[in-house]
T-cell receptor
Framework: AQRVTQPEKLLSVFKGAPVELKCNYS??????LFWYVQYSRQRLQLLLR??SRESIKGFTADLNKGETSFHLKKPFAQEEDSAMYYC????????????FGQGTTLQVKP | DTAVSQTPKYLVTQMGNDKSIKCEQN?????MYWYKQDSKKFLKIMFS???????INETVPNRFSPKSPDKAHLNLHINSLELGDSAVYFC?????????????FGEGSRLTVL
């Protein structure tokens, strides 16, 4: 079955602390994974994708096929990072169907 | 110059009514989607159209009927609304080609059924 799991509904850290938002997936094919972010009163938008191997706003995520994970990390959280984060798995080839995890709310306290 | 726009943003209606939500994208994308975000913020795909053709139809009650008059528009019509239909509905679009998995989302339409 195709599934994305984000075990934490809420992650609360202090400014400057490291952050790791967990994501695990279940997919028999070659996975294509993404992190999307929804800031307060803004639309859902792409944060980063695993094929780009990029760092966006200080965030990185490494695909670990052995552990079927794609955790999102940032060494030093900022208050403006507070948002809802969704991990997503693309399946179905060209249909581009994205399966989202349940989402994790990141709260960065001053 | 909004990329993906939905109307209305808010919709409050009574059970049993029929309502529509409209979506338009000016990105020139071929594929459009409807997602439902429930009260627990869980995002679930409902439908997808590629060049006006239905390509994804998840297990959604047939009271929901998408319509794509052209590839820039994907509307969602809901008949006989029920309390459980209350949610935020997101429209999204995507360009073609591998490696372009990015979805561009609208701001969402919050539907409240009383």
């Amino acid at each position: 079955a195709q599934r994305v799991t984000q075990p934490e509904k809420l992650l609360s850290v202090f400014k400057g602390a490291p952050v790791e938002l967990k994501c695990n997936y279940s997919y028999s094919g070659s996975p294509e994974l993404f992190w999307y972010v929804q800031y307060s009163r803004q639309r859902l938008q792409l944060l980063l994708r695993h094929i780009s191997r990029e760092s966006i706003k200080g965030f990185t995520a490494d695909l670990n096929k052995g552990e079927t994970s794609f955790h999102l990390k940032k060494p030093f959280a900022q208050e403006e990072d507070s948002a809802m984060y969704y991990c997503a798995l693309r399946v179905g080839g060209n249909t581009g169907k994205l399966i989202f995890g349940q989402g994790t709310t990141l709260q960065v306290k001053p | 110059d909004t990329a993906v726009s939905q109307t209305p943003k808010y919709l409050v209606t009574q059970m049993g009514n029929d309502k529509s939500i409209k979506c338009e994208q000016n990105l020139g994308h071929d594929t459009m989607y409807w997602y439902k975000q429930d009260s627990k913020k869980f995002l679930k795909i409902m439908f997808s159209y590629n060049n006006k053709e239905l390509i994804i139809n998840e297990t959604v009650p047939n009271r929901f009927s998408p319509k794509s008059p052209d590839k820039a528009h994907l509307n969602l019509h809901i008949n006989s609304l029920e309390l459980g239909d209350s949610a935020v509905y997101f429209c999204a679009s995507r360009g073609q080609g591998r490696g372009t998995g990015e979805l561009f989302f609208g701001e969402g339409s919050r539907l409240t059924v009383l």
